[in-house]
């Protein structure tokens, strides 16, 4: 047995991860000598009633999925959720899209339908039509069969499997993420085992990109670091490149054999249109580089709870692709084995049906739509009620939410005050928002910009 020495006493996950990973490596078990569970029989029986668990101190609530527990608590019946990212009617209420519900049934109808095991990349169907979704119906990198795409858990899932494989099999372990950025991703990337490293992305001066700073950051970053992009609708910010900045993006990043790994959480919901949000993604495959993308279902398709993702992998041939796609099969499996079918199904239904596909596009625009409206009817509100600042930010924004530039004391005092939540960095998911509850946000908003600094 070769002697890696990693300590058992380092705090990190990281070193954790890789001690394990060195357990796992030299054959030895869990309970071998080095490595023996130093603690009290959990039967009770010898009279210590300590826990075992006693040393673990509670952990703080997410910083998105904690505002919807706080939210719950609060009986107040004025009480309005702007925290996660999640569509809501004119209503209030979450949305089953129509075509989602006529899959299912046909679904249900089907009695060849089986419960068997998906293979560990998941549904074939849903796989094809997924990397078609993401990157054209004629992609020449499909055509070439340069595409590797695995069913993952969700977005999330489908970033933490890319994470994994590249801590595994790409050279480089350091990972660029935009300041800032979606909450998770520093610990989905950091506990993948690889470096995590922001770029400058957002001016709080402007409400708008930090062009320059970008372009700084990516340039002096290692030749051939990874770099986390937002496909459309940046979160938190709702600030995207132009169509220009994208290309000279591209431009500097294959100029330094930067990697870039897409997260396309909100296709169709920037702009209502499907193709118009994959842009981004397609002139970095269009110039025939390597790239992956990490693709969510929750939002387009209204199908949070069910967990349909995808990450696909473009190759440069079609033989890397195949390998890679072996060695995915080798991070997932240990992971949750193979991903869950309802989901899938119900997307590749959909996705694989003309009709289908065109009356999803149909009620993903109405989606999209609504909170355009929304955005504009919360400019007016503010504006009406003479609301010092500049809130042109509002309507300028794009996708799911607004990054509204209320600090911290201000979100708490909404909460307090008005039974308001958002995110504490000022987000508030504009889907989250109906036309019942403009005036109220626009008079806690109004109140908070006034009555605290
Ligand atoms: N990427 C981005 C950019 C993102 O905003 C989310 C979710 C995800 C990935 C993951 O979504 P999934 O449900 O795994 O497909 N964002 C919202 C929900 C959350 O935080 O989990 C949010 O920001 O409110």
New binding site residues.
Partial sequence: MHGVNVSQSSSSPADRRLSALVRHLEGSSMDSANHSIAAAPTSGSTGARISVFDHVVRAPEDP??GVTVAYNKDPSPAKLNL????YRTEEGKPLVLNVVRRAEQMLVNDSSRVKEYLPIVGLADFNKLSAKLILGADSPAIQENRVTTVQCL????S?RVGAEFLARHYHQHTIYIPLPT?G?HTKVFGLAGLSVKTYRYYDPATRGLNFEGLLEDLRSAPSGAIVLL?ACAH?PTGVDPTTHQWEQIRQLMRSKALLPFF?S?YQGFASGNLDADAESVRMFVRDGGECLV?Q?F?KNMGL?GE?V?ALSIVCRTADVAGRVESQLKLVIRPMYSNPPIHGASIVSTILKDRTMFQEWTIELKAMADRIISMRQQLFDALRGRGTPGDWSHIIKQIGMFTFTGLNSEQVAFMRNEYHIYMTSDGRI?MAGLSSRTVPHLADAIHAAVTRVA
């Fill in positions: 998105i999925l925290g996660v990212g999640a969700s977005g999330t899932g970033l979606w998770n937002h979160n997260d959480a990490a969510s929750a949070y967990r993702g998911s």
